[in-house]
């Protein structure tokens, strides 16, 4: 079964800072805007992961990494 690579590059970084930097200045503006912002920073961040961990990818799309595994025998017997 194989693996995908999450990597963090340098703009998703600076993506998750801004996003803490504006969940911070929210909170200290109220507390009911800081919790939309963290709401909306959960969806976005959510979005993300699936984006790239290929969540409603095409099955023949060339970047699609899935393995099925072939079928076995139900027999229990001996052969």
């Known amino acids: ?7 963090f ?6 993506g998750l800072v801004a996003c803490v930097a504006v ?3 929210l909170f ?3 507390w009911i805007w800081g919790l939309v912002g963290l709401n909306v920073t959960k969806h976005v961040g959510v979005a993300w992961l699936c984006q790239v961990l290929g969540i409603n990818r095409p ?6 990494a899935a ?11 001996s052969p």
């Open 9 to 14: 590059r340098l703009t998703t970084l600076i």
């Open 59 to 64: 099955a023949n799309s060339p970047d699609s």
């Open 67 to 77: 393995f099925i595994p072939p079928p076995h025998s139900s027999r229990t017997g």
């Open 23 to 25: 969940n911070l200045w």
């Open 28 to 30: 200290r503006v109220g």
């Open 1 to 7: 079964m194989g693996r995908t690579d999450l990597q």
